[in-house]
């Protein structure tokens, strides 16, 4: 045991504990109590995550000297092992190498600050005890995730934050719209998290091992083919990629600070880290990785289109968040791991600062979501119209804000990889000028001008302040890493992030733009970028440009592109039509109704049988004789 | 051999076994019934043994024997069942005694 290893438990257990403390203690620990004891615990899991990142990092400086790539895949620690069948065992073992620590230090930091503004957010709500122990239990479960030492562990994780996620969707239980949104997250994961268990069979079969080392197994193409599908399959379900996608806007039914952590910053990019942890196997199958960054090429077009007409800002913010995982599937997927782990670290900060100064402004009206009554809010909140002006620079990629550093070297980096790659180019950069579209009409139409009646009927400050003191520090943390989080890379002058991830995801050699490549695209997506902050600007700030009426695409768009009708048609419908279909033809006539006529056949025999039954000696005997005289018979006539 | 042939041995117990069965059935005295009952069960016991003398086979006897001691316990029950019924002054009629009529 090493350094980083305590630090990799300690981050693992921390809000384990107090997850645990604030379930048994109950109605017994005051509210403001179990708040800080969550709290406490993922920032104790944070400290724990430095301390493993401290160790790797002198590690890395130690064997990793000079430029070439070294062979430290970091230290696994195993505590017992868990499951022994035969040949096939497996420990439960923590893994603490670059990939992980990264993972690490964005779930546990950004989730303290998260869980920190929660504190003011959630303040007065009446099961706010019950609140803190799921959202711990979240930062355990992504934790385990991302920490877990073999794929099982990995799949642990992957289904735990599935349920916490589910029970903090579901947290208001009085609403019926949320507790079907839960379900409908529930479900679609589910779905993702058995294509994963079958990817595993797979590989169980072929090597018996779980172990991450297995994936370098050299497999044949059909095994490798499938594998990478189903760990597909799981990454897009739990990513809201396309065709999985539509439980995620219905996820913005839970608490705002949930939608900023486990719906914006963490959970959802998890992915993401899937594809870049179990890369060996994806670069086996290159065409189902290929697929990956068309699946997040498309999802990042359909995403963006839908956000231009929503008008629930959390529902434009998540829409934005599908389109940036995109992005980084897109990254992922062309073989630039290291571009689609610094754009989800990036986005982990501008995404769940968006959400928190949309959680300020929700909080300050009162539970009102809708953009179009939120006119002029700038006015009376200028912290929050400022934070959030930060948020959504960095989110177009508008230098030098966070975004810029991240998002264009994933467009930059498809340039090389063939004719597809010019297609995933223009994709990124539509992309792009869509972002600036919908992010400045959300910003057009919530922050500048005066005051409407809506905000000024209801707005009301917290005690002259915009909100909590809890609420605001995470927001102004968030806002100054949102701003200065991205200079800690910039390819392909300067790429730390890269050569710290190159141990784990050496990304692929088609993957890393040139330098006249990576110029070129930060020029041209910063300039659609503006272009498309100008076209909102026109449209919706300075009406000089009539919204184009099509009213025919903006059906679509409003419908989402008529993907939940779809799956309504494909699998909700038919199903309950099977359902019906059998309750009257088969639970009615076969299964409800053998019990009472089983007892109605009962019945009547016994009132037939019983008249046998006269209650008169004689009788009895005279049957007796008769019997018995019978079987003498019987015996006489058979000889 | 001495005596008369097995047959009239036989003969014997069947028209015993009979009278004892009419006994059963037509006469409603419990005691009666009962006596009938004993009847029946020694006409068995002689029929038994007479065979297991003809077949010179001892196993009858010891059948015979433990129908005795069946003969003894079924008595045993069915005398106190009686001494019950007179003790509440019940009717000793087997045709009035039929509460267990379906």
């Known amino acids: 045991m090493t350094g980083m290893t305590y630090g990799s438990w300690l981050c693992l257990l921390a809000p384990l504990a107090g997850t645990i403390l604030i379930l048994l203690g109950g109605s017994w620990l005051p509210r403001k109590f179990a708040a800080w004891t969550a709290t406490t615990s993922v920032f104790v899991a944070f400290a724990g995550a430095i301390w493993a990142f401290l160790g790797v990092h002198s590690v890395h400086q130690s064997v990793c000297l000079g430029t070439a790539p070294c062979g430290s895949r970091g230290e696994l620690t195993t505590a017992w092992t868990w499951l022994a069948v035969g040949h096939f065992s497996v420990p439960l073992q923590l893994l603490v190498d670059p990939l992980s620590t990264m993972m690490m230090l964005i779930v546990s930091g950004v989730g303290g600050l998260i869980v920190l503004y929660s504190i003011g957010y959630m303040e007065g709500d009446d099961e706010e005890r019950r609140y803190f122990a799921y959202i711990a239990f979240f930062v355990f479960s992504m934790l385990m995730l991302v920490e877990g030492g073999n794929l099982l562990l990995l799949l642990v994780g992957w289904g735990l934050v599935g349920l916490s996620s589910y029970l903090l969707i579901g947290f208001w239980h009085d609403r019926p719209s949320a507790v079907a949104a839960a379900k409908k997250a529930f479900v679609m994961n589910a779905f993702g998290d058995a294509t994963m268990a079958l990817a595993f069979f797979i590989i169980i079969a072929h090597t018996s091992s779980l172990s991450f080392g297995t994936l370098n197994v050299q497999f044949s193409s059909t095994q490798s083919n499938l594998i990478a599908l189903g760990l597909l399959g799981g990454a897009v379900a739990k990513s809201a990629q396309i065709p999985l996608q539509t439980w995620l806007p219905d996820a913005m039914e839970g608490p705002t600070p949930v939608s900023a952590l486990i719906h914006a910053a963490t959970m959802v990019t998890a992915g993401v880290y899937l594809i870049a942890r179990t890369h060996p196997i994806f670069e086996q199958a290159r065409t189902i990785e290929l697929i990956a960054a068309g699946i997040g090429a498309l999802t990042l077009l359909v995403a963006g289109l839908i956000a231009l007409v929503q008008t629930d800002i959390k529902r434009v913010i998540a829409y934005s968040t599908m389109s940036q995982i995109g992005y980084m599937f897109l990254g992922v997927g062309v073989g630039g791991y290291a571009n689609g782990m610094f754009h989800l670290m990036t986005h982990a900060f501008f995404k769940a600062l968006l959400f928190m100064t949309a959680g300020l402004a929700i909080h300050a009206l009162a539970g009102e979501q809708d953009i179009r009554n939120m006119r002029g809010l700038g006015k009376v909140m200028p912290f929050t119209k400022w934070c959030f002006l930060a948020g959504a620079l960095a989110l177009v990629g508008i230098p030098p804000f966070a975004g810029f550093f991240s998002k264009d070297p994933i467009i930059a980096s498809t340039l090389d990889i063939g004719w597809y790659g010019y297609v995933f180019y223009a994709c990124g950069l539509i992309g792009a000028f869509l972002t600036g579209l919908y992010t400045f009409r959300l910003w057009f139409l919530v922050f500048p001008g005066e005051p409407g009646p809506f905000v000024r009927e209801h707005y009301h400050d917290h005690h002259g302040r915009e909100g909590a003191w809890t609420m605001l520090v995470p927001v102004g943390i968030l806002t100054v890493l949102a701003t200065i989080g991205g200079w800690i890379q910039f390819p392909p002058h300067w790429d730390p992030i890269t050569k710290w991830l190159a141990p784990v995801a050496p990304s692929l050699p088609d993957a890393i733009a040139s330098s006249t490549q990576e110029t070129v695209t930060s020029i041209v997506s910063v300039v659609i970028g503006l272009t498309g902050i100008a076209v909102a600007w026109a449209v919706y700030s300075e009406r000089k440009i009539a919204i184009p009426a099509v009213p025919s695409v903006r059906r679509v768009l409003e419908n989402k592109f008529y993907f939940d009708w779809l799956y309504e048609r494909i699998f909700y419908v038919p199903a309950v039509e099977t359902g019906n279909f059998l309750g009257r033809e088969f639970e009615q006539p076969v299964v409800l109704q053998t019990g009472p006529d089983l007892g109605e056949g009962t019945l009547a025999t016994g009132g037939l049988v019983r008249r046998i039954q006269t209650g008169l000696l004689r009788t009895y005997v005279l049957f007796i004789a008769a019997g018995a005289a019978a079987i003498v018979l019987a015996f006489l006539i058979a000889k | ?102």
């Open chain 2, 1 to 102: 051999m001495l005596g008369p042939d097995v047959a009239w041995y036989v003969a014997l117990s069947g028209v015993l076994f009979g009278i004892g069965a009419l006994g059963v059935l037509i006469r409603r005295n419990t005691l009666v019934v009962l006596l009938s009952l004993e009847l029946m069960l020694n006409a068995g016991n002689l029929s038994l043994i007479a065979l297991s003398r003809h077949f010179h086979n001892g196993a009858g006897q010891i059948f015979a024997l433990a129908v005795m001691a069946v003969a003894a316990s079924e008595v045993c029950v069915g005398l106190g069942l009686v001494v019950a019924l007179n003790r509440r002054n019940l009717s000793l009629d087997v045709d009035t005694l039929s509460e267990l009529r379906g």
